[in-house]
């Protein structure tokens, strides 16, 4: 193509005598509005399995267990009474067996 030509070409394109065109060509540099996107529900959610709840433990920490009064009367003593009197006799007999190899702190 040279200089003269290019006047004859411009002006056939736009007279389209050598290639006729379907439609009008245009160009979009954007849309006026954007497409709006309709969100998708969120599925159901799934029901928990029925479960019947654990029962309340009834621990409140480091309490010690107290009965009542006469439960703990019922109950084996844990000291037996001794008088004072023989109780001076059984230590003194238990030194003389043992030959007082024993110290009193």
Known sequence: MDA?????FLQACADQQSAPLK???????RPSKPKKVTATSA?????????QPAPPHHRKGKVDQVG?????????????AVEEVEAEEDGDQDEEDEGGDEVEL
């Open 68 to 80: 009542s009064r006469d439960s703990l009367q019922d109950e084996e003593p844990l000291f037996e």
């Open 43 to 51: 599925p159901a959610p799934r029901p928990k399995p029925s479960q």
């Open 4 to 8: 003269s030509s290019v006047t004859s």
């Open 23 to 29: 439609s009008m060509p245009r160009i979009k540099a």
